[in-house]
């Protein structure tokens, strides 16, 4: 071993803790980046921006910055570099969520994806800033089979629609509407509490045939020759949006149970219900209804 640098996990050095045995003039340190000693700024070069680990800041303005508007433009992996790397000062790798569903960090690049939403916040080293703290989306917990129905049935809409068809299965879920024959139509949905239940038992055709949008959403966001589909990967997004919006009680559907798309027929009971008109949703494209109110 020529030479050894300990750093806080900004890339600060700590004083007493380097050695150096010969004197190999390598300058490659903190990630693998180059210590610029010029002027004594101690700055590292990673090729978009230059860094300063004493700050834990960027010396200039990210170029992505409009992806992250919940974020300081000059933040250095969204202040949490035990978690997070950032290769060359434009991105943060995988899909991060803050708690009200807004996109925060996103990468493009060949490895499988990953999404990932914020469950709480810890303090930073100085605890003068709070960290983000986040938990990965599994796809196959409660959550995630609503993200995964989403994006089956509302895959070609706008983000209104999908929030609209999350709040359908979260209003299933929390439902205790006793059944009407004089109304003529019959409510299911008291024996379901989970997304899941109210997503596997309740109706679902893309999740009854396990169409591949339902079963292997991640699968859905690459071509055959390995290119990622962005319209397909901006779906995906919006459908992790509007469930973790709707997890968090919006409601932009105003109690709605049910939805049609054109291609499926409302049935005749549904006149016993209310059609809920929905402010930026393609009534051509859906249809919703719920309870009458007494």
Same mark, same amino acid.
């Given at each position: 071993?020529?030479?050894?640098?300990?750093?806080?996990?900004?890339?600060?050095?700590?004083?007493?803790?380097?050695?150096?045995?010969?004197?190999?003039?390598?300058?490659?340190?903190?990630?693998?980046? *180059? /210590?610029?000693?010029?002027?004594? #700024? &101690?700055?590292?070069?990673?090729?978009?921006?230059?860094? @300063?680990?004493? $700050?834990?800041?960027?010396?200039?303005?990210?170029?992505?910055?409009?992806?992250?508007?919940?974020?300081?433009?000059?933040?250095?992996?969204?202040?949490?570099?035990?978690?997070?790397?950032?290769?060359?000062?434009?991105?943060?790798?995988?899909?991060?969520?803050?708690?009200?569903?807004?996109?925060?960090?996103?990468?493009?690049?060949?490895?499988?994806?990953?999404?990932?939403?914020?469950?709480?916040?810890?303090?930073?080293?100085?605890?003068?800033?709070?960290?983000?703290?986040?938990? *990965? /989306?599994?796809?196959?917990?409660? #959550? &995630?089979?609503?993200?995964?129905?989403?994006?089956?049935? @509302?895959?070609? $809409?706008?983000?209104?629609?999908?929030?609209?068809?999350?709040?359908?299965?979260?209003?299933?879920?929390?439902?205790?509407?006793?059944?009407?024959?004089?109304?003529?139509?019959?409510?299911?949905?008291?024996?379901?509490?989970?997304?899941?239940?109210?997503?596997?038992?309740?109706?679902?055709?893309?999740?009854?045939?396990?169409?591949?949008?339902?079963?292997?959403?991640?699968?859905?966001?690459?071509?055959?020759?390995?290119?990622?589909?962005?319209?397909?990967?901006?779906?995906?997004? *919006?459908?992790?949006?509007?469930?973790?919006?709707?997890?968090?009680?919006?409601?932009?559907?105003?109690?709605?149970?049910?939805?049609?798309?054109?291609?499926?027929?409302?049935?005749?009971?549904?006149?016993?219900?209310?059609?809920?008109?929905?402010?930026?949703?393609?009534?051509?494209?859906?249809?919703?209804?719920?309870?009458?109110?007494?």
């Amino acid at each position: 071993m020529l030479a050894s640098a300990q750093a806080d996990p900004f890339g600060l050095r700590m004083s007493g803790e380097n050695t150096l045995v010969a004197s190999p003039g390598n300058e490659y340190l903190y990630n693998g980046k *180059e /210590l610029q000693t010029e002027l004594g #700024l &101690g700055w590292y070069d990673y090729g978009a921006r230059m860094y @300063a680990p004493d $700050e834990g800041r960027w010396k200039g303005v990210d170029a992505l910055a409009e992806k992250y508007v919940g974020w300081s433009p000059y933040n250095y992996v969204i202040n949490n570099p035990l978690v997070f790397i950032d290769p060359d000062g434009r991105n943060i790798d995988n899909f991060y969520f803050n708690a009200d569903g807004d996109l925060v960090a996103r990468v493009k690049n060949d490895k499988p994806d990953k999404f990932f939403i914020q469950k709480g916040e810890d303090c930073d080293v100085e605890c003068d800033e709070s960290v983000p703290l986040f938990d *990965e /989306l599994n796809f196959d917990s409660d #959550l &995630g089979h609503m993200v995964r129905t989403v994006y089956a049935e @509302a895959q070609g $809409e706008n983000l209104t629609s999908k929030q609209s068809v999350a709040e359908v299965i979260r209003n299933r879920a929390n439902d205790d509407t006793p059944n009407s024959k004089e109304l003529g139509w019959t409510a299911t949905f008291s024996d379901e509490s989970t997304y899941t239940e109210v997503v596997t038992k309740t109706g679902f055709q893309t999740v009854n045939n396990n169409v591949d949008s339902y079963s292997n959403p991640l699968g859905q966001l690459i071509d055959d020759k390995g290119k990622r589909i962005e319209s397909e990967t901006t779906s995906l997004v *919006e459908s992790v949006t509007a469930s973790i919006r709707a997890d968090k009680g919006s409601n932009i559907s105003d109690g709605s149970v049910y939805f049609f798309s054109p291609y499926i027929p409302a049935p005749n009971w549904t006149k016993s219900l209310e059609e809920v008109n929905i402010k930026g949703v393609d009534s051509e494209a859906f249809r919703f209804f719920k309870f009458p109110q007494k």
